[in-house]
């Protein structure tokens, strides 16, 4: 069976049960129009706000947004960032279809809408899905279904829910990485998933780097320079009295030469150029 993907169209996401398509769409003042409690994404960037701002000013909102009818009001479904859009851009009203979602849709609609345009981090992906099983009572796989991600790469976001709160707020700031996360989650307590966490942050280490630590092993080091490079970074040291790096790969590669001060550098400079007069090193 083929599994559905994230590139539905809203006449598919739509396409059965009592939101079906039905009229196109009309111009609904924004006043009238009220945010949706069901929305999974967390924020707005602000900078790509108002990017989508300056594009409406000039053409006009071009899709669309999504609402239910809310007495004399109305809910919006899809389409928070064109209608916060708009309202920056200074618009009076946005194109709107109209539609009776129930609430058993509201927050797959939603989900969805955001997962199409990747705004959605690891964390608010995990916590909206987990919401979408727990009040639509669905299994794992069904949930999977209805928003077009494998069964395992639906339950390898859940787990980041099994992360202390610190640690997933660090992912959701973007300082730890998914992957980063699945090492972590290897540690067996949640005070050593804190403290491997910190370390993995605060030393910059990569996701094989965590995953040996969380195993219990040391973090991989970098390889030793061959014995012919460690004679020529030594030669070079001795000839100019500083600390020298070779870095090699297959027959490219650079010299680092270090000095801790102008008058190192202006000496090293006499030495590599032969003149008797060097420029001062460039500032921070």
């Known amino acids: 069976m083929k599994r559905q993907r994230l590139g539905r169209g809203l006449d598919a996401l739509l396409g059965a049960g009592p939101a079906a398509p039905c009229g196109g769409p009309v111009e609904i003042e924004l006043s009238r129009i009220e945010l949706s409690p069901w929305q999974p994404r967390g924020g707005l960037k602000e900078e790509a706000l108002k990017e989508l701002a300056d594009s409406i000013r000039s053409a006009g909102v071009l899709q669309p947004v999504l609402v239910r009818p809310k007495g004399q009001m109305f809910e919006l479904v899809m389409g928070e960032r064109r209608l916060k859009a708009a309202h920056l851009a200074g618009l009076s009203s946005v194109p709107a279809l109209v539609r009776d979602v129930p609430d058993s849709r509201m927050l797959e609609l939603a989900l969805v809408?955001?997962?199409?345009?990747e705004d959605l981090g690891p964390i608010e992906k995990a916590r909206a899905i987990e919401r979408l099983i727990r009040e639509g009572g669905l299994t794992q796989e069904e949930a999977a279904s209805r928003v077009g991600l494998s069964r395992p790469s639906l339950a390898n976001l859940l787990r980041l829910l099994e992360l202390p709160e610190v640690v997933q707020g660090m992912v959701s700031?973007?300082?730890?990485?998914q992957g980063h996360a699945r090492a972590i989650l290897a540690v067996k307590d949640q005070a050593g998933r804190v403290a491997l966490a910190e370390r993995v942050a605060r030393q910059g280490l990569s996701v094989r780097q965590a995953e040996r630590?969380?195993?219990?092993?040391?973090?991989p080091q970098?390889?030793?320079?061959?014995?012919?490079?460690?004679?020529?970074?030594a030669a070079l040291q001795e000839a100019l009295s500083t600390r020298v790096e070779v870095r090699s790969r297959g027959r490219r590669g650079r010299i680092v030469i270090h000095f801790s001060d102008a008058e190192q550098f202006e000496r090293l400079f006499e030495l590599i150029t032969g003149t008797g007069e060097g420029p001062l090193p460039p500032g921070p």
């Open 222 to 233: 970098k390889a030793p320079p061959s014995p012919h490079l460690a004679r020529l970074e």
């Open 113 to 117: 809408e955001n997962l199409q345009r």
């Open 173 to 177: 700031r973007g300082t730890l990485s």
């Open 213 to 219: 630590l969380a195993s219990g092993g040391p973090p």
